[in-house]
């Protein structure tokens, strides 16, 4: 795989598995953090800061969903890479349909802003990126962390009163999301990316015991942490709306449809019937993106057809405590 050494683009740099054939994800580099208080180098102001994403990729589906349902849309502008991605890395793609230019700079690759942060950049060219217009370089590059600071330090800026990461429940958000980061969100790619049996089993065995615990959690609890939507279930959906059309067939995870899971499955149309959710999902650029991008996985770069999942159907969650806040509420 690819990566920046030293500042330089090489083609032969990374290896996405180790050598007992099991995946492993690189840390991000680009930490800082944005913090709504005196004498912070970040701080939260409308039209400083820019969205690098993915809508195929669903660490930046992350970002751009909070930035969604907080209403942040006028706030922190948005640039848009292909999702085919090819030996050069993301690409700016403005004549492609849901692609944009980069909006700040006019650049044609992801990694120029990388190295434009950085000169002596050695690391990976990952999205989502936020960027500050007024230091001109990268603040964080981590999906939770950018999905944390846009939630907590963006009261002042954002249109909606929405609270993702609300006192009382907070312990409880921080523990989901790691708890279901490595078999879960981490998991798919696991199994995807294992070039050994062993590896494999191992994530598939991890990922599928995760899914029945919290199908059964969902029985008698609205979202992860109790009753009411936290950064918990953002981080959730953005890796079950993308299961039955890409995991379970292009990662080979395929005990079980997410659709078959009798409270996964009403839980996750709730998610995406919320307003303005279903605009950051493009299921066209997501199945592009993983059948044509892994050649490892699918060498053919054949985009499998189905399957046609009605994500609008009524769902029954109503009948449980709790619901989406009042600005979310239609």
């Known amino acids: 795989m690819n990566t920046l050494v030293d500042g330089e683009w090489r083609t032969d740099a990374y290896r996405a598995t180790g050598e007992d054939g099991a995946f492993e994800r690189q840390e991000t580099t680009f ?3 944005i913090r709504d208080e005196p004498g912070a180098r970040f701080r939260p102001e409308a039209g400083r800061y820019h969205l690098y ?8 589906h992350r970002t751009l969903l909070v930035r969604t349902l907080l209403g942040l849309e006028d706030a922190i502008g948005v640039s848009v890479v292909d999702p085919y991605r090819d030996e050069d890395g993301w690409q700016f793609t403005p004549e492609r349909e849901g692609c944009t230019p980069d909006r700040l700079h006019g650049v044609d690759y992801l990694r120029e802003l990388y190295v434009r942060a950085d000169p002596e950049a050695t690391c990976r060219v990952t999205v989502p990126v936020l960027w500050d217009t007024e230091e001109d370089t990268i603040v964080n590059n981590e999906s939770r962390e950018i999905m944390r600071d846009l939630d907590t330090e963006f009261d002042a800026v954002a249109d909606r009163e929405v609270d993702l990461y609300p006192e009382g429940y907070r312990e409880e958000v921080d523990r989901i999301i790691e708890e279901i980061y490595e078999p879960v969100n981490n998991g798919v790619y696991r199994a995807g990316f294992a070039t050994e049996q062993g590896p494999y089993d191992e994530a598939i065995d991890e990922l599928f015991a995760a899914l029945d615990r919290w199908d059964e959690v969902l029985a ?4 992860l942490a109790g009753d009411r939507l936290t950064e918990a279930d953002v981080a959730m959906f953005t890796t079950l709306i993308r299961f039955d059309n890409v995991y379970h067939t292009h990662f080979m995870c395929n005990v079980q449809y997410i659709r078959e899971y009798e409270n996964l499955w009403p839980y996750l149309r709730e998610l995406y019937s919320l307003p ?13 993106h993983y059948y044509t991008t892994h050649p490892d996985v699918t060498p053919s770069r054949i985009i499998a057809r189905g399957p046609d999942l009605d994500l609008e159907a009524p769902h029954d969650r109503g009948r449980l405590p709790g619901g989406p806040p009042e600005a979310l509420s239609q």
């Open 31 to 33: 930490r800082d953090r």
């Open 53 to 60: 994403v993915s809508y195929a990729c669903p660490w930046a």
């Open 220 to 223: 008698d609890r609205r979202y």
């Open 276 to 288: 303005g959710v279903a605009e950051t999902v493009r299921m066209d650029q997501i199945k592009e």
